[in-house]
Each structure stands twice: as C-alpha cells, then as structure tokens.
C-alpha cells in the first residue's frame, strides 16, 4: 500500500511536520527537492532545513490506510503530537488536515491577494454555490461583537457609496427583504440607539433638495396608500409627534412651498365625507374647542385673513348650508349661552339690526 501518513522529524530541534499522502515515495522525493532548491512551500520547513542541514531531517512513515482515510488518520495524528509536543513544536501551519482554516497570513500576502483579486467577478455558477454554502449559517457572538464595533475609514465608505451608485435591487431582492422584514420588531435598546444616533442629524442641502424634486410613481403612492390603511398610531406615538412639533414653526420658503402644491389641488368626495366624518367626533370637537379656548391671533394673522377673504364669496350651495348649520336649535343655544353676560358692542348691534330687518322683510 503506497498512500498513508508520514512525518519529518528534525533530529536536533525535536520538531515535526505531519503529512498524508496518496504515494508516500513520490511525497519523499517532493519534499526533499523543493527543500534543497529553496522552493517548498512551508517557510518554517524550509528556514529551518536550510540551517541544520539535510542530514538533521527524518522521513518516517507513520501509517499506511487506504486513500479515502488519509484526512481522518492525519487530523489524528496532528492531535496526538499537538497534544505531546505543543503546537509551537509542529512544522504544520493549518491545525486542520486538508484544510486552510486557522491559518493567518502575513500583510505581504493579504496585500498580494487583494491586488489579485480586484476587479474579478465571480460567475453566475460560483455566486450559487457561495448562497447555497453559507445559507443558514449563524456567526458567533464573538463573531457579532467584532464586526459591531469595527468602524469604517472615511476613504471606504466613500468607495462603497461610489461603488453603489446607480445600483438598483432586482424584484425578487426586494421581495425577500420585505418578507424578512416583516413583523421584525426592534428592540428597545436598538430603538434607543438609533434615536440617539439620529438626533440632531441634519441633511445636507443637496440631499433636501433630491427628496423635495422626487416624485413618486403611481404604483408607489398605492403601495403606500395600501400599507398605511387602517394603521393606527398608539397613544404614546401620538402624544410623542405632538410634544415633537410643539412650538415648531415652518420656514417661509416651506410654508410657500405648501402653499404651492395645495393650490388647485381638489379632494375627492370620499377623502371630503372620510374628514367630515373624521372632523365631528365628539372627542376631536372637544378637542378643538379646548385648544382653541383663550386663543387670540395675532393682528399680522388678522390681517392675513382678511386679505385672503377679500372679494371671496361663497357658492348659493355652500351659503345654505352654513344657513342651515347656524339655525340649528343646539348651535343657537350655544351662542346664546355664549352671548350672555358680554357688553353689546357696535358690531353686534349691527348684526342684530341687520337680522331684524331680515326677519320683517320676510
């Protein structure tokens, strides 16, 4: 039987190497030219033959076992003198038999493999088979906390951001990320952290000025209008969005840019009936009317209002329907209530003159 496994025993140091092969004679041969001309691969080996000499070094056959046991019997073997010698006292670079698994390179050769490997693609073939491999695969936690703490350099960054430019995600990528995605709650911590991250963060003005010209398709705004239905914030959401906007106040370049896209925008009838039937809630009234309570405008919004007013006029429908609004018994009541007590002013008696007249004419 040619194949088994083997060792080369420095006679002066006490160190060994470890190895299997299908032909033992052949692997002798081998070994031995590469060292005498200076070209075998293993750099400890090889340093320590060109010191002491070939005489210093011993090829020994261990075991001889079939072709299809020689991994299993060399990982046994590389055990044992791990085990009796120490792995400082072993030629061996991998502590795995057919493997390169646990070995480090050097900065040289990390370098070199680098600049071998830029601008290479993989195949359609070699993609597949590197997804099927490492399917289902889970780091370790220390693994995780690595990769968490490692912090990117400026110049890396700015390659992958470059590098991504222009890319778009196939359908179905885009499909197995929603589906993944789906039903994922952060937890508090990652919450915490993402708002204190955020915080204080503001964009750039070209990055403003991309969000205000983009416009979504069709498509997109149904997706959306599809997601949002029937979604309802908690009321730690709500009271969270009003304690944030509170005493925020908009810009007059975005108050203009509201007033821009508003105007001659008309509400469907479903949207007008949705906030008429959103709008007379008792709770929403109540509300309204408490915020309103003690509230004064300004005489620059007075005078706003009444510029916006001039020359306007309502339709015969929409003067009806505010007719009817205000003749209803419990608005007349509140009004009433409301009057009593309060000094008659010139415009009241104006006003209630004017009904008067009204009311005798008819």
């Known amino acids: 039987m040619e194949s088994g496994i083997y060792t080369i025993l420095n006679l002066i140091s006490g160190k060994v190497y470890v190895g299997s092969a299908v032909s033992l004679k052949e692997r002798k041969q081998q070994h031995y030219y590469q060292l005498q001309n200076g070209k075998h691969w293993n750099k400890h ?71 071998a490997n830029r601008g290479k693609k993989r195949s359609p073939e070699t993609c597949a088979k590197i997804s099927a ?31 991504r430019k222009g890319k778009k995600l196939s359908p179905e990528t885009c499909a197995k990320m929603s589906a ?16 204190a991250k955020l915080k204080g963060r503001k964009l750039s003005p070209e990055r403003i000025a991309k969000m205000m010209g983009k416009k979504h398709s069709p498509e997109t705004r149904a997706k959306m209008s599809v997601a949002g239905k029937g979604r309802k914030f908690s009321p730690e959401h709500c009271a969270k969005i009003s304690a944030a906007n509170k005493g925020r106040k908009h810009t007059p370049e975005a108050r203009a840019n509201m007033s821009v896209a508003k105007k ?58 505010l007719s009817a609004a205000m003749n209803r018994p419990e608005v007349r009541a509140k009004k009433s209530a409301a009057l009593k007590g309060k000094p008659w002013t010139a415009a009241r008696w104006k006003a209630e003159e004017e009904r008067k007249r009204k009311k005798g004419g008819k």
């Open 133 to 163: 491999v490492t399917k289902g695969r889970k780091l370790s936690p220390e693994t995780c906390a690595k990769m968490r703490g490692r912090k990117l350099s400026p110049e890396t960054r700015a390659k992958m951001s470059a590098a």
């Open 264 to 321: 001659g925008r008309k509400h469907s009838p479903e949207t007008r009936a949705k906030h008429k039937a959103a709008m007379n809630r008792p709770e929403v009234r109540a509300k309204m009317s408490a915020a309103l309570k003690g509230r004064k405008l300004s005489p620059e919004t007075r005078a706003k209002m009444s510029a916006a007013r001039k020359g306007y006029r309502h339709s015969p429908e929409t003067r009806a329907k």
């Open 180 to 195: 993944r995605m789906k039903g994922k709650k952060l937890s508090p911590e990652t919450r915490a952290k993402l708002s």
């Open 45 to 115: 080996l090889l340093n320590a033959f060109n010191k002491y000499g070939i005489d210093a070094f011993e090829f020994k056959v261990l075991i001889r076992c079939e072709k299809k046991e020689l991994i299993h019997y060399e990982q046994q073997m590389i055990d044992t003198y791990r085990k009796q010698l120490g792995w400082e006292n072993l030629y061996n670079i991998a502590p795995k038999a057919g493997s390169n698994l646990g070995v480090k390179c050097s900065d040289e050769k990390r370098s070199k493999i680098a600049a």
